[in-house]
């Protein structure tokens, strides 16, 4: 099993704290059968900035703290970019990692509670510059959650998603749930990951969601996000079928 979205270096967010914390982390990933990890501190989002070259020496750093624990997971570089206008000028720059570093495919967060006017222009261009948007936990932002066509719009014009499994799994609460499901349901997602930040409030729960997917959904689902993850670690293009149309449902709206 693979992890694309963990804040697992320590030191770098509102992740791991210590070099401890991350080891527990990685630990607990281990037990959960993720064989991989991909370390996605939060970049430009108001509150922390962690470049490309301070995350890829952190993720070596890891690594080998990781082997001399004999913990069998490899972890490999990433970002939580939060959008902003000058994004592709800093991608040029090489401060900014797409997924694992060596993928096509880059994250891409929104502010919780809205999504930027310039959106669908910035992810036109970055589709012009050989990138591939990646929309982080879109089951938790207020505007699409209301508003579900907007993302059914960005992911038509090729933007994929990645939702959360503590979100599948209800641990942000039953509406969210049931938003995720819709998204799962109306095929607007296309990579399940953690964003795991602990071992205790925000933890892995991969298991735990796919183990709920194949009894709700079938195992074809469980393959579907598992190939996809793998896919993009290997420097290839997941597969996306065609999205649909969320109908609103009013026990959706007002969640916030």
Known sequence: MIDLHCHILHGLDDGADT??????MAKEAEKQGISAIVATPHHKNGAYENVKAEIVTSVA???????????????LPGQEIRIYGELLED?????????????????IEFP????PH???QLFYDIQMNGLLPVIVHPERNQELIQH?????SLVKNGAATQITASSYTGHFGKKIQLFTEQLIDAQLTHLLASDAHNT?????????????MAEKMGDDYVYYFQENAELIIEGNHLYKEPPEKIRKKKKILGIF
């Open 61 to 75: 750093a890891l690594n080998k703290e990781l082997t001399k624990a004999g913990i069998n997971v490899d972890v």
């Open 200 to 212: 205790h409030t925000r933890t892995f729960k991969m298991a735990d969601a796919y183990a709920r």
């Open 19 to 24: 070099s401890p914390a991350s080891i527990a």
């Open 148 to 152: 579900p066509d907007r993302l059914y």
């Open 91 to 107: 991608y040029e720059k090489d401060e900014l990692l797409t997924i694992a570093g060596t993928s096509s495919y880059i994250f």
């Open 118 to 120: 310039y959106t669908e």
């Open 112 to 115: 919780s509670g809205s999504v």
